[in-house]
């Protein structure tokens, strides 16, 4: 069994920046794709980015490209999720999401394994 633990949220104004950490508690970390998702009030969930289990390939939402990286660390058992330039639009709760299929599946909100708790953002104008 694998416990995701989301961290990093808060409110920020409109251009700012926070950096979400998602932390895993399950062996063999590395041969996850990991992914975030978020969901904002009464929109369905979507996903934002997703990575493979080395880090050598990364996804992004539109929505996102240019202003969102996704990392990890695998020897830490942490995937991250840095947001710049951050728009009231980016307001949602995320999710961290760990999966056993590829980044590219993961990314198209496939095949999801294991999910976080959540973390919310809140952007303000």
């Known amino acids: 069994q694998v416990q995701l633990v989301e961290s990093g949220g808060g409110l920020v104004q409109a251009g700012g920046s926070l950096r979400l950490s998602c932390a895993s508690s399950g062996r063999a970390f590395s041969m996850y794709a990991m992914g975030w998702f978020r969901q904002a009030p009464g929109k369905e969930r979507e996903s934002v980015a997703a990575i493979s289990g080395s880090g050598g390939s990364t996804y992004y939402a539109d929505s996102v490209k240019g202003r969102f990286t996704i990392s990890r660390d695998n020897s830490k058992n942490t995937v991250y999720l840095q947001m710049n330039s951050l728009k009231p639009e980016d307001t949602a709760v995320y999710y961290c999401?760990?999966?056993?299929?590829?980044?590219?599946?993961?990314?198209?909100?496939?095949?999801?394994?294991?999910w976080g708790q959540g973390t919310q953002v809140t952007v303000s104008s």
């Open positions: 999401a760990a999966s056993f299929s590829s980044a590219g599946v993961v990314i198209q909100g496939g095949r999801i394994n294991y």
